[in-house]
């Protein structure tokens, strides 16, 4: 019966180790979500704004040259201002309309 419960004993107690570096893992995993989920609310505030600017782009801006192209965006980001929708202010259009997991 003694060999019994040692047996039970160690078994819990290797149970609980394993139980306590999963925590610790766990712990660090806690850290980068956190900034993740910062990151993600930052992506969602400015979400309507960086799709008007692509729509605004893709409607108007695309029979013209650089030059033209540059001064649209510029008055497409002052309306943004003007109505305080939030946006990103150096934003890539090829990353708003290119899929990175495709």
Same mark, same amino acid.
């Given at each position: 019966?003694?060999? +019994? @419960?040692? =047996? &039970?004993?160690? #078994?819990?107690?290797?149970?609980?180790? $394993?139980?306590?570096?999963?925590?610790?893992?766990?712990?660090? !995993?806690?850290?980068?979500?956190?900034?993740?989920?910062?990151?993600?609310?930052?992506?969602?505030?400015?979400?309507?704004? &960086?799709?008007?600017?692509?729509? =605004?782009?893709? $409607?108007?801006a695309g029979?013209?040259?650089?030059? @033209?192209?540059? !001064? #649209? +965006?510029?008055?497409?980001?002052?309306?943004?201002?003007?109505? !305080?929708?939030?946006?990103?202010?150096?934003?890539?259009?090829?990353?708003? #309309?290119?899929?990175?997991?495709?």
């Open positions: 019966q003694k060999m +019994m @419960l040692e =047996a &039970d004993v160690e #078994l819990t107690q290797r149970k609980m180790s $394993s139980a306590n570096a999963l925590i610790s893992g766990l712990s660090g !995993e806690k850290e980068r979500w956190k900034v993740q989920i910062a990151q993600f609310q930052d992506v969602t505030r400015r979400l309507v704004g &960086d799709a008007g600017l692509g729509m =605004a782009f893709l $409607s108007y029979p013209f040259n650089q030059t @033209l192209r540059t !001064e #649209l +965006m510029r008055s497409f980001k002052s309306v943004l201002r003007d109505y !305080e929708i939030p946006f990103t202010e150096q934003l890539g259009l090829e990353k708003l #309309l290119v899929d990175e997991n495709t």
